[in-house]
Nanobody, 112 residues
Framework: QVQLVESGGGLVQPGGSLRLSCAASGSIVSVYSMGWYRQAPGNQRELVATIHRGGNTNYADSVKGRFTISRDNAKNTVYLQMNSLKPEDTAVYYC??????WGKGTLVTVSS
């Protein structure tokens, strides 16, 4: 059974940084495409970043240059490093595997 557990969310001031983690069990993150999505109140869930089996990455235009997705194969964990955070980054962030499995999400609030 695949389980994805996100952590690392919280309250941060504009311009600050956070690192989200997605720990996987029941699967191997290096074998599948892993993604981070987010959903703000009243909005649809949107793709933020993906890392594919070969290591190539993709980002939403809104986060390019500020967010970095990576993975640690030894820890079977995927990360999302978020820098220069803006209030519009406020959302629940979800980890996804291969478009099928979802974590429960972690809340990121960017506010002064």
């Amino acid at each position: 059974q695949v389980q994805l557990v996100e952590s690392g969310g919280g309250l941060v001031q504009p311009g600050g940084s956070l690192r989200l983690s997605c720990a996987a069990s029941g699967s191997i993150v290096s074998v599948y495409s892993m993604g981070w999505y987010r959903q703000a109140p009243g909005n649809q869930r949107e793709l933020v970043a993906t890392i594919h089996r070969g290591g190539n990455t993709n980002y939403a235009d809104s986060v390019k240059g500020r967010f970095t997705i990576s993975r640690d194969n030894a820890k079977n964990t995927v990360y999302l490093q978020m820098n220069s955070l803006k209030p519009e980054d406020t959302a629940v962030y979800y980890c996804n595997q291969n478009g099928i499995y979802w974590g429960k999400g972690t809340l990121v609030t960017v506010s002064s």
